[in-house]
């Protein structure tokens, strides 16, 4: 059965937000300073290999080369239990 629980909505705040998947030992090079979503706390994948950060504006030099996504990209990527971000469903 589907759990809504579960699936985490960003509110439209984080619209005009870019978002970067890091990788843990990634994460380590955080500058709180440059990012908006992450600063104070980090979602961690299940596994704690990857984290996720957002900034507004131009990215910082520290994420230059790193894969972007939109708020409707990262949540799309957020929600798919298969990629780690939420437990797997269990079957009902």
Request: charged letters at 25%; proline letters at 5%.
């Amino acid at each position: 059965m589907f759990n809504k629980q579960k699936y985490v909505r960003l509110p439209r705040a984080f619209d005009d937000n870019t978002f970067v998947i890091l990788s843990a030992s990634e994460a380590e090079s955080i500058v709180p300073e440059d990012i908006v979503w992450g600063s104070d706390h980090l979602m961690w994948t299940n596994d704690k290999s990857k984290t996720v950060v957002s900034f507004v504006g131009d990215t910082p030099s520290w994420l230059e080369g790193k894969t972007t996504y939109s708020r409707r990209e990262f949540y799309a990527i957020r929600n798919e239990p298969s990629n780690g971000w939420i437990p797997e469903l269990e079957d009902a």
